[in-house]
């Protein structure tokens, strides 16, 4: 998958909205809930490559980066609860990377019955 794609991806999530809230920075990119403003996924680039870091269980974190070389441990973030998908040459097939997004989605929505601060 690559960047655009994926970004036409998030444009399709209801209750999704996407920004780029740093001064200066016109390529690192928030998809975050239009609820909370939280975040559920933040496009970068380091070093060359371009990734998504995304909000994930810590078993299942594991998991993904001992079976996917395009997955590592989230740069810049929790490592234990958060993990960075490389896009371009990865071995980490659409499917997954629209899977691994909504899971990120549903960890960092609004808990019920939790209120919010006006």
């Given at each position: ?27 690192s990119t928030v998809v975050r809930h239009t609820d909370t403003g939280k975040w559920f ?78």
């Amino acid at each position: 998958m690559e960047r655009a794609d994926y970004l036409d991806f998030c444009r399709s999530i209801a209750g999704a909205s996407i920004d780029q809230p740093f001064e200066d920075d016109f390529y690192s990119t928030v998809v975050r809930h239009t609820d909370t403003g939280k975040w559920f996924a933040v496009l970068l680039e380091h070093g060359g490559r371009e990734f998504v870091n995304l909000k994930c269980e810590p078993l299942e974190a594991e998991f993904l980066c001992c079976a996917y070389a395009g997955v590592d441990p989230g740069y810049h973030m929790n490592k234990r609860h958060w993990i960075s998908v490389y896009f371009g040459a990865s071995d980490v097939p659409d499917a997954l990377v629209r899977e691994l997004t909504m899971a990120s989605f549903r960890l960092t929505a609004r808990k019920p019955g939790r209120l919010t601060r006006s």
